[in-house]
């Protein structure tokens, strides 16, 4: 099978997986919305940067690690090697993850109260924790599949785990209701938990049974160090740009609603516009984006394949095919959002906020969509420095916009910024690509 073929099915097969699971939880968010109010979508948002955090630290950085080497590996014909880079990367990541777990639970209280100011996060936090290690399992696993350009499991265990979160959340309301108990946001965390379980099974399971793995594999300390060698140098760039990246998302994500109330906003009403456009427009303006992001998943490996045999021509014809699509494919959304961003809105989410959100969003489509593509092949290329440097700029601007315009424009002010910080992250991709091709 062609490089072409490969990416063109491997994207298929992710982007229907992605489709399905985006649809499903984007009723699954109405339900969330029209179950808990705003405000209440606004406190489960809240946690999950902290959540994200801690996924980076664990794993987020590995996966992408691993993907690349294992591509690089098995382009050589070194499979035994690749099979030992996933083991090391497993250790790796389960090791870091049990230990944010324990930080994360014995820090609870305070990272509520003093990080993202509502002690009503300190229940949510504690169950939120024992996702970590079964999600850098799964992450792990992943990231070899999309090295060895396998889409099996990852499609399949994405979607074991969205259907799996929504069964069990419905599940608990429904128990919840009978009993006459009050039905909180804890259970949309709890539903997340077994979600993250049930898929991690799910992909060990099958890696397991089709390729043996996991259960056929002798590694010795000899070849640990040097799999560790061959990793860290890239995982290591990765991980830092992860963990920063989500450091900034983390204190964009608290400041939001504390300069919103500068706004003459109270408490309450700064958390459910918050809660409206991290948990009702963005979901709709990245639901779209499964198809660059499955394309950007067999991209990286793809160009990492190709920089091994030292092929300009074919480097840059895949690089424009890719980036050209993805930005038809954001000029065609943005239209779609502009004409029906009010209804979806008003008639799917009840909120004619989130349709105004929904509308003002749609402009950064064309370079949110395409950078997803852009920043993949620089990892590809090996510069994971230069994806931190460009993801850091673009938060920057955005974090600048949380605290100077928020104040004086209200939310329009931090929309605004997210769009200024799309397209210089798309110039500033633009002018590395042509730099190192």
Same mark, same amino acid.
């Given at each position: 099978?062609?490089?072409?073929q490969?990416?063109?099915?491997?994207?298929?097969?992710?982007?229907?997986?992605?489709?399905?699971?985006?649809?499903?939880?984007?009723?699954?968010?109405?339900?969330?919305?029209?179950?808990?109010?705003?405000?209440?979508?606004?406190?489960? !948002?809240?946690?999950?940067?902290?959540?994200?955090?801690?996924?980076?630290?664990?794993?987020a950085?590995?996966?992408?690690?691993?993907?690349?080497?294992?591509?690089?590996k098995?382009?050589?014909?070194?499979?035994?090697?690749?099979? !030992?880079? #996933?083991?090391?990367?497993?250790?790796?990541?389960?090791?870091?993850?049990?230990?944010?777990?324990?930080?994360? !639970?014995?820090?609870?209280?305070?990272?509520?109260?003093?990080l993202?100011?509502?002690?009503?996060?300190?229940?949510?936090?504690?169950?939120?924790?024992?996702?970590?290690? *079964?999600?850098?399992? /799964?992450?792990?696993?992943?990231?070899?599949?999309?090295?060895?350009?396998?889409?099996?499991?990852?499609?399949?265990s994405?979607?074991?785990e969205?259907?799996?979160?929504?069964?069990?959340?419905?599940?608990?309301?429904?128990?919840?209701?009978?009993?006459?108990?009050?039905?909180?946001i804890?259970?949309?965390?709890?539903?997340?938990?077994?979600?993250?379980?049930?898929?991690?099974?799910?992909?060990?399971k099958?890696?397991?049974r089709?390729?043996?793995?996991?259960?056929?594999?002798?590694?010795?300390?000899?070849?640990?160090? /040097?799999?560790?060698?061959?990793?860290?140098?890239?995982?290591?760039?990765?991980?830092?740009?992860?963990?920063?990246?989500n450091?900034?998302?983390?204190?964009?994500?608290?400041?939001?609603?504390?300069?919103?109330? #500068?706004?003459?906003?109270?408490?309450?009403?700064?958390?459910?516009?918050?809660?409206?456009?991290?948990?009702?427009?963005?979901?709709?303006?990245?639901?779209?984006?499964?198809?660059?992001?499955?394309?950007?998943?067999?991209?990286?490996?793809?160009?990492?394949?190709?920089?091994?045999?030292?092929?300009?021509?074919d480097?840059?014809n895949?690089?424009?095919?890719?980036?050209?699509?993805c930005?038809?494919?954001?000029?065609?959304?943005?239209?779609?959002?502009?004409?029906?961003?009010?209804?979806?809105?008003?008639?799917?989410?009840g909120?004619?906020?989130?349709?105004?959100?929904?509308?003002? #969003?749609?402009?950064?489509?064309?370079?949110?969509?395409?950078?997803?593509?852009?920043?993949?092949?620089?990892?590809?290329?090996?510069?994971?420095?230069?994806?931190?440097?460009?993801?850091?700029?673009?938060?920057?601007?955005?974090?600048?916009?949380? *605290?100077?315009?928020?104040?004086?424009?209200?939310? !329009?002010?931090y929309?605004?910024?997210?769009?200024?910080?799309q397209?210089?992250?798309? =110039?500033?991709?633009?002018?590395?690509?042509?730099?190192? =091709?």
């Amino acid at each position: 099978m062609s490089r072409k073929q490969t990416i063109i099915r491997g994207t298929f097969i992710l982007t229907a997986t992605g489709f399905l699971c985006r649809f499903m939880g984007f009723f699954y968010r109405i339900f969330l919305s029209h179950t808990f109010g705003e405000e209440g979508v606004g406190l489960y !948002q809240l946690i999950f940067p902290v959540y994200s955090l801690c996924f980076a630290l664990t794993a987020a950085g590995l996966e992408t690690a691993i993907s690349r080497t294992v591509a690089q590996k098995v382009s050589l014909g070194r499979k035994k090697e690749a099979r !030992q880079i #996933l083991m090391l990367g497993l250790v790796l990541s389960v090791l870091l993850s049990c230990a944010c777990v324990l930080i994360l !639970q014995g820090n609870a209280a305070y990272i509520a109260e003093k990080l993202l100011g509502d002690a009503r996060c300190e229940p949510l936090l504690i169950p939120l924790s024992y996702a970590l290690p *079964f999600a850098a399992i /799964h992450s792990c696993i992943c990231g070899y599949c999309y090295g060895m350009k396998e889409t099996k499991i990852p499609a399949l265990s994405q979607v074991v785990e969205q259907v799996t979160r929504i069964i069990s959340v419905y599940v608990f309301y429904l128990i919840l209701m009978k009993k006459g108990d009050d039905v909180t946001i804890t259970i949309a965390v709890l539903g997340l938990v077994i979600g993250e379980m049930l898929s991690a099974l799910y992909a060990a399971k099958s890696l397991t049974r089709s390729s043996h793995v996991l259960s056929h594999l002798n590694i010795t300390y000899t070849d640990f160090v /040097h799999r560790f060698r061959e990793l860290m140098p890239l995982s290591l760039p990765l991980t830092a740009n992860r963990v920063l990246i989500n450091l900034l998302q983390s204190i964009e994500a608290i400041s939001i609603p504390a300069r919103l109330q #500068l706004y003459n906003h109270s408490t309450s009403e700064a958390l459910s516009i918050y809660g409206v456009l991290t948990g009702m427009a963005l979901p709709c303006i990245l639901f779209p984006s499964a198809i660059t992001s499955s394309i950007s998943i067999m991209l990286m490996p793809t160009v990492a394949e190709i920089q091994t045999t030292d092929n300009r021509d074919d480097m840059v014809n895949i690089i424009k095919k890719v980036a050209g699509s993805c930005f038809i494919l954001g000029l065609s959304c943005c239209f779609i959002f502009l004409v029906l961003g009010n209804w979806m809105g008003t008639v799917l989410f009840g909120s004619s906020t989130a349709g105004k959100f929904i509308i003002t #969003l749609a402009w950064m489509c064309p370079f949110l969509y395409t950078n997803s593509a852009l920043l993949s092949v620089i990892n590809g290329l090996g510069k994971t420095a230069y994806t931190f440097l460009i993801n850091s700029l673009g938060l920057l601007i955005r974090i600048g916009s949380v *605290f100077a315009a928020i104040p004086l424009f209200g939310i !329009q002010g931090y929309l605004w910024g997210m769009l200024a910080s799309q397209l210089i992250v798309s =110039i500033c991709a633009g002018i590395v690509l042509k730099k190192e =091709i």
